[in-house]
């Protein structure tokens, strides 16, 4: 079993955005991503290193609070 790093944490300064006739409002967002490389690769056809690596990004999200004022709210 791999080593578990820290733990996660939340954003302590988030981006603060003014909108108007609501007040502030507070965007956050995470990435998550991921890669492979594969060593011993076998392929076929003129393209044989075409997947021998890959990389994607698995999700990603955007978090728009409002967490003072009369109207309060979160939306992702």
């Not at 690769?41 to 999200?61: C, P, Y």
Request: proline share 5%.
């Amino acid at each position: 079993m791999p080593a578990m790093g820290q733990t996660l944490a939340g954003n302590t300064k988030p981006l603060k955005v003014d909108a108007g006739p609501l007040g502030g409002v507070y965007i956050t967002g995470v990435l998550s991503a991921m890669g492979q490389y594969e060593s011993n690769f076998v392929g076929s056809g003129t393209f044989s290193d075409e997947h021998r690596w890959m990389a994607d990004l698995t999700n990603g999200q955007v978090v728009v609070q409002k967490v003072d004022g009369p109207i309060q709210g979160l939306a992702t």
